[in-house]
């Protein structure tokens, strides 16, 4: 049972919040090879790098000490996600997956119920969006704080909340595909066509007849 507590606050988050907003200047995001743990060195237990390996999933290249203890293990090469619990891992892949793609920054709100050996505990989890040196956007920096005792290890979490925020600027709202057969039919662009004339169908009274009827009077 480790006997560590969390006096820090979330100073962290904020600490590598700050280092990554510097290091982007007014770019969208970093480069991974602008990282100089030097610049976060009163983050660095609290720190990660992921590496995104496939759609939804990031596995830990880098992870301070704060990681190995809610763990209670070695913890680089494993996915992020096996910091939480079965229920909340899609959600946590959505999230991360939003990261890469929109792109922008997302702190997720953690919780832990308590249990025997294992008290209640909170936390946050920032990631961040950084370009490997292909260009491409499959790295993230985070933070993990955690507050309280941590137990028996491992500790998983439950994702209560996400909080989203574009690279653009201003809260994101999180994409939702709608179904397609509920989305309206838009009208299409007619170029230099002549916009088609409304087709109205006449009162039945008004219709001339096709056909006409000649009676002759000769037998």
Not at 147 to 154: A, D, R, V
Not at 201 to 211: F, M, Q, R, T, V
Request: hydrophobic fraction near 40%; include cysteine.
């Amino acid at each position: 049972m480790s006997d560590h507590r969390t006096h820090v606050g979330y100073g962290p988050l904020a600490q590598v919040e700050a280092y990554w907003e510097a290091l982007r200047g007014n770019r969208l995001m970093p480069r991974r090879s602008d990282i100089d743990p030097r610049g976060i060195e009163q983050a660095l237990e609290y720190a990660f790098i992921l590496e995104r390996v496939a759609v939804g999933v990031g596995r830990l290249r880098i992870a301070g000490g704060h990681l190995r203890d809610l763990m209670g293990m070695e913890v680089r090469g494993m996915p992020i996600t096996a910091f939480f619990g079965t229920q909340s891992r899609p959600r946590v892949s959505e999230a991360l997956e939003e990261v890469f793609q929109m792109p922008g920054q997302i702190t997720l709100h953690l919780g832990a119920a308590a249990s025997y050996g294992r008290p209640a505990l909170t936390g946050r989890m920032l990631l961040l969006p950084l370009k490997s040196d292909l260009g491409d956007v499959s790295r993230v920096l985070g933070c993990l704080v955690v507050l309280g005792e941590i137990g028996q290890t491992p500790r998983r979490f439950d994702l209560a909340q996400a909080t989203r925020q574009s690279a653009f600027g201003g809260v994101a709202k999180p994409v939702r595909h709608a179904d397609p057969l509920q989305q309206p039919l838009l009208p299409r662009e007619t170029g230099f066509a002549e916009p088609k004339a409304s087709f109205t169908a006449a009162p039945s009274g008004d219709i001339p007849p096709y056909l006409r009827l000649v009676k002759s009077e000769q037998e």
